[in-house]
């Protein structure tokens, strides 16, 4: 899987305003709910965290795990994470790519990630959480957070590509337009896409958000 050039300056760009979409008012019951879970969910793991941004959500799995090792491909969003207090105990971040995780230690006993499925090409997806779960221990808990399509709330779907992705057209605080893979998947889409990869599967929709738990298997 290559990286999407497009998609990794986009996020490089909107670093310093990214934690904005954390701040909708009609969203906080929503968030405070996710919060809680993740919190909760990786107690005394060692958690491998995917694209872990401005480390928004790196913040509350250091709050409760042993250990957490948040990657990203931008420095610009890593340097945002490292500087938040919240951060600096028991959290290590590293620049690097989620679609080649191979140089990683098999080791951690958790994988979470934010807001990164739905910018994942539905060709790789696959692939990519077969990389994911190598580099955790069998039988680790995967959590995966997106958001939901809420007609009126969501930036709307600009086009549709020939495997099924989705694309919005996202504006920054500069005027600048660009063009951004952003996934829907349906309930049915996220199971079909861990079947054979994952035991004990979990997926709720709230309002705004979707969220997917699983057990990852030892030999997939
Ligand atoms: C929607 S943001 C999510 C940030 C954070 N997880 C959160 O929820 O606040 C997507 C992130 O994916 C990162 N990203 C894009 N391509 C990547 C890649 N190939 N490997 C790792 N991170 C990537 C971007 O830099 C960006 O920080």
Redesign the pocket.
Known sequence: MS??SS??SY??ER?AE??RI?RKPERQADLRQLRNLVETEFSGTDVL??????G??TKVLARSAASVFA????EE?LAIARSKPGNRQRVTFQR????ALSMLPRRFTGGF????W??IPKAGLRSFLQGFHHALSSGAGVTFIDNAYVEGSSTPVSRTDEQGNTYQVRKLADGSTHEVRKNFPTKAELFAAVDGLATDVKVEFLQYYWILRYVSRMDA
């Open positions: 990286i999407d998609m990794v996020y490089a670093a990214y934690e954390y965290e995917i694209a872990c941004g401005t928004y959500w990657i990203d491909i931008n969003a690097a790519d989620a679609y990630s934010g807001f990164w739905s910018h």
